[in-house]
């Protein structure tokens, strides 16, 4: 049963962030481009209490920025690419940054942050080769690279790995995803059902975000933008974690039947009732939890 914080975070967040509905299509782009035209595009570390005191960044030009965090007066063990998540339409979250430099202290662990160009104004095609390229690169070094990400970014962390996979790079270590979304084809029958229980996600919304970032409706099922469609062979031992509450889970349901079919080792933990991206939810102890199980598996 869900604790009385998480039943307190389950009604104000989707108030604080405005959750609802479409309206239409067309406003909601105009509304983002906006929202975008408005957005400082840099580091949000306000809810990281002495941040700047505590960590050194670098951000790395891949064609966009992208920050390495790392520990002041630490040497760092290991490597964390962390893709974030937002529909793919909204950039890194000051709770994204709050939840890496989490990581990072558990686990003496550098991290690396793309903040990848955003949908409608880009597709998948404007950054996937980048990220590939520089996550690549990274498994290369000493301790080598765990991708990770939540939502969108979980779903892009999978791809990634799977075109690591298909272009022959050494392979990341593990794979973590917080309610990753992995089928932008909604093919998922249950979906309906789901989009009925979250307060958060609306199934109209992410159907218009999943073609914003496709670019068409023929890319909506490539293994780049629908990973949980494609082929789940050979790929880092792996850990996803998600709640019932969540608009997204027939997708994790599906990622994970696929996974057992292809004889990939994916752990797979499904929360009853838990709302979406859980695990990066400030002061509920379901979150404190997931962070355990996510320390456990790095350690493995």
Known sequence: MPSRRHALVATAL??????????????????????????????????????????SVVVEDIGFPSYVLTRRHRRPTRTIYYTHGGGYMAGIDPFHVRYVARLADRLNARVVLPDYPLAPE???????????????????????????????????????????????????????????????????????????????????????????????????????????????????????LYGTRDLLAPGCRLLARRASEAGWDLTSIEEPDLLHVYGLLPFVPEAGRAMRQVEAFLRS
């Open 14 to 55: 989707p108030r604080l962030r405005g959750a609802s509905e479409l309206d239409s299509a067309d406003l909601e782009r105009a509304r983002v481009e906006a929202w975008h035209r408005r957005m400082p595009r840099t580091l949000p570390i306000r809810a990281v209490p002495l941040f700047s005191r505590r960590f």
């Open 122 to 240: 880009h597709t998948w095609r404007h950054s996937h080769d980048a990220l590939v390229d520089q996550a690549a690169r990274l498994s290369d070094e000493p301790g080598g690279v765990v991708l990770a990400g939540d939502s969108a970014g979980g779903g892009l962390a999978l791809a990634l790995a799977i075109s690591m996979r298909e272009r022959g790079c050494t392979p990341a270590t593990h794979l973590v995803m917080h309610a990753p979304w992995v089928d932008l084809t909604t093919s998922t029958p249950e979906t309906a059902q789901f989009d009925a229980v979250d307060p958060w996600l609306f199934l109209s919304k992410t159907s218009v975000y999943a073609e914003w970032w496709a670019g068409s409706s023929d890319d909506l099922g490539r293994p780049e933008v629908s990973p949980g469609l494609a082929d789940l062979h050979d790929l880092p031992k792996a850990l996803q």
